[in-house]
């Protein structure tokens, strides 16, 4: 076990948000263990962090095998014998028409990322994070999360999908699930919407994807009198 530092594991951390988030934790004094699919695309994005003065090392993660959780989290036990902060970020934005035209099988894939890759890893990581002093769970959702914000007058029709919306919903009542159970320990789990930000999922925006993520960081780095159980974005609590 390694004293100097927390121990932080991000999934999808290669790219997009999840490579801010990484930088930014590393950049805290977190020891950062960047989640990618593959090994080539894990080692580049450490060798690119380390290439900006960023320490950080990467495991294999493909959220959808459960072998590959497993063996990450085998890694990540041998080599630091913890886990501080667990950032769920891995997850896919397929191509959608209406609701009524989406296949099953494409709400099926999102479902296997976004959902119950997320539980998976959740389940697989929660034994590290119960060694730690205070675990942070942090579950990336989105403002199509909201059935309040989806539900209201001024939601525009091309943003109503149905795999991504309902699988980031599902994101919502999982995180609440988790933190009710742990509610007990000093394990805060909690969903932030990082807002819309300029990554491969959405390209258009003009936020950068390193405002996001410092979203996201604040409430993987939350004391011990901060929030649990919650949905958060840049200005505070989102609603359900």
């Not at 934005?93 to 890759?117: C, D, H, I, K, R």
């Not at 034994?127 to 007058?153: E, F």
């Not at 919306?165 to 919407?193: D, G, H, M, Q, Y």
């Amino acid at each position: 076990m390694t004293d100097s530092g927390k121990v932080a594991l991000v999934t999808g951390g290669n790219k997009g948000i999840g490579f801010e988030v990484a930088r930014q934790l590393a950049q805290a004094d977190h020891q950062v263990v960047i989640g990618a699919r593959t090994d080539e695309r894990g080692r580049a994005a450490a060798e690119k962090l380390r290439a900006d003065g960023v320490e950080v090392s990467y495991v294999v993660l493909d959220v959808s095998a459960p072998d590959s959780i497993s063996a990450a989290l085998e890694v990540v036990a041998a080599r630091y014998g913890r886990l501080d902060v667990l950032v769920n970020n891995a997850g896919i934005a397929p191509a959608e028409g209406p609701p009524s035209e989406v296949a099953p099988e494409v709400l099926q894939e999102t479902y296997e990322t976004n959902v119950f890759g997320l539980v998976a890893v959740t389940q697989a990581a929660l034994p590290l994070l119960r060694l730690a002093v205070a675990g942070r769970i942090v579950n990336l959702s989105s403002g199509a999360g909201s059935l309040t914000v989806v539900g209201g007058p001024d939601w525009r029709p091309e943003w109503n999908g149905l795999a991504y919306n309902t699988s980031k919903s599902a994101v919502n009542a999982v995180t609440v699930a988790f933190a009710s159970e742990l509610r007990p320990t000093p394990i805060k789990v909690n969903a932030v919407n990082p807002g819309y930000t300029r990554t491969d999922m959405s390209p258009g925006a003009d936020r950068p994807a390193a405002a996001g993520a410092a979203v996201v960081v604040r409430y993987a780095s939350l004391p011990a009198d901060g929030p649990t159980g919650g949905f958060f974005d840049e200005n505070g609590a989102v609603p359900w």
